[in-house]
Structures are given as C-alpha cells and as structure tokens.
C-alpha cells in the first residue's frame, strides 16, 4: 500500500513525492477471505430462502438482509440507501408473536415461531423466525438478532400431509380397519387404533404377545405359520381369525400383510391391514 505526498517549488511547479510503502499482504488476504465469507453466506441464505436480521430497542430500527424481500417476491431497490419495503404480518399472528418473544425475555432465551407475512403479490407466505435477545452487561435487553426463513412450501406440504393423514383415519374408521407395522429387531409392533374401537376397546395392545393373546385359541397356530411362509417365499398373505371383542365375544378379522427386506436381502419386518368382516 503506498501513501505519497506530490512536492512542488515555490513557483508551483512538481518537484516529486514523498510517501510510504507498506506491506498489507496479511491485512488483503484477510479482507479476500472476509469477502469470501460473505459470499458464501449470502449464497446459503438465499438457498435457504433466508434473511438475518437485527433489531435495535434504543433506536427502534430494525435491519434485515435483502434476501427476505426477494423471497417474498419483492423487487430488488435501485438504490441501497432507498428504504425497503414495510412487511406486513398477519394481523391472527400478532397476539402468539408477541407472546412468544416476551416468553423470550424473561427466560433470557432464543425463540423459534412461525407466522404469516404479506408477500409482493397480496397473498400470505409462512415464514419462521428464529431471534435471541441481546442483553448489556447491567442486564438490560438491548435488542434481538436473528433469522427469518420462507416456510410456505414447508407448511403447506405438512398440511397436505395431515389431511392425507385425516382421509386416511376416516378411510380406516368407515371400513372398520386397522393398519400395523410390525419390526423383527425390536420386537415393537404398532397399530392404528380404528379396528379396536369397533371392537370396543379404549386402547391398543401394547405389545405383539397382547395382540396374539386376543386371538382365538384354534386361530393362532395357522396365523402364525401363513405369516412363516410369506416370509420364506417373500410374498404377502392374507388369513382371518377370530379376535376377542371387549364383551368377551368373539368377532372375525381378516389381515393383510407384506413381509419387508433390507437392501442386503434380510427379513426385517411386516407391514399390514386388520379389516372387521365379521358380518362379511
């Protein structure tokens, strides 16, 4: 880095310089590798869909990265020095916000809570934010930093997945079914509640040896071998039985299973379906 000064005489005419050099090396490298840094977290956030931010409580501004009004669609500003935008949160959203952020300061610990914002084109996009309050050395809350992420695909996929869920419990409860999962290491076997309430229990067995146990005596031995053969001939089955009903009778179920196989070939488990047809 060189630092020179131009001399002139006393007429005003160039005599030469006078300066420093000095070697910035170290202190350029530094600046190329910030520099470097800062592109790449640019280029992560905007992946992400991603904005940082910061809020200042003695000036009450808040600051945010470009990437949070380019992800709700607005254009980027001409000029840097041009105000961005206001954004607008969802009036419903209000309330738990600032609900949650107060849960914050008193605990004196980072949040995470997601809520609508008003994108460029007038609809609502979800978004999640996740702040830390920032406090002085006396103990005074002095602002937040924090991140904002654009969610929206996220929610709606997750919504879309709980209503699937939701036609699939009703499927279930109409055709009086069950489905179940049943995993050779742990010995765990999981089922859907609907064949149990039909048969009017209040809750499922809570191990494999429970749901034999409510099996017919006479049932069980070509239950089990039916579910042996599929296993060796790595095909589903199908076989009824008689299930014991909470008022001691004795109702007709008929399951449904696939056995399931690991990428190297080894017997892992079943997946299945238990249907009410005893009236069939």
């Known amino acids: 880095e060189d630092r020179g000064v131009p001399l002139f005489d006393t007429s005003g005419g160039l005599t030469g ?18 520099q470097e840094s800062d592109d790449r977290q640019r280029d992560a956030l905007r992946l992400a869909r991603a904005s940082i931010w910061s809020w200042d409580r003695r000036t009450r501004t808040t600051w945010n990265s470009p990437a949070l009004h380019e992800m709700l669609g607005y254009s980027p500003r001409p000029d840097a020095s041009d105000p961005p935008p206001v954004l607008r949160r969802h009036p419903d959203d209000d309330k738990h916000v600032r609900r949650f952020i107060e849960h914050a300061i008193r605990q004196r610990s980072p949040y995470t809570i997601r809520y609508r914002l008003i994108r460029a084109d007038g609809l609502w996009g979800w978004a999640e934010e996740r702040g830390t309050p920032i406090f002085d050395a006396s103990g005074e809350l002095t602002g937040y930093r924090g991140t904002t992420q654009d969610v929206d695909e996220q929610v709606q996929r997750e919504q879309a997945l709980r209503e699937s869920d939701d036609r699939q419990r009703e499927a279930l409860h109409v055709a009086r079914a069950t ?9 765990v076997l999981w089922q ?17 040896e429970g749901r034999v146990q409510m099996r017919h005596p006479d049932d069980r ?10 296993i060796r001939a790595r095909r589903p089955y199908v076989v009824r039985y008689r299930l014991a009903r909470a008022d001691g009778t004795w109702n007709w179920v ?23 047809v005893d009236e069939q």
Do not use: C
């Open 17 to 34: 310089y006078r300066g420093t050099s000095q070697d910035v090396d170290e202190q350029v490298r530094r600046e190329e590798m910030l």
């Open 221 to 230: 031995e070509h239950t089990r071998l039916e579910a042996e053969a599929a």
């Open 254 to 276: 008929e399951q449904r299973g696939t056995p399931q196989y690991n990428a190297a070939g080894d017997y892992i488990g079943f997946r299945g379906t238990s249907q009410d």
């Open 179 to 187: 489905i179940w999962t049943w995993d050779h290491a742990t010995k």
């Open 192 to 208: 859907s509640p609907e064949l149990y309430l039909t048969l009017g229990y209040d809750s499922v067995p809570g191990s494999f």
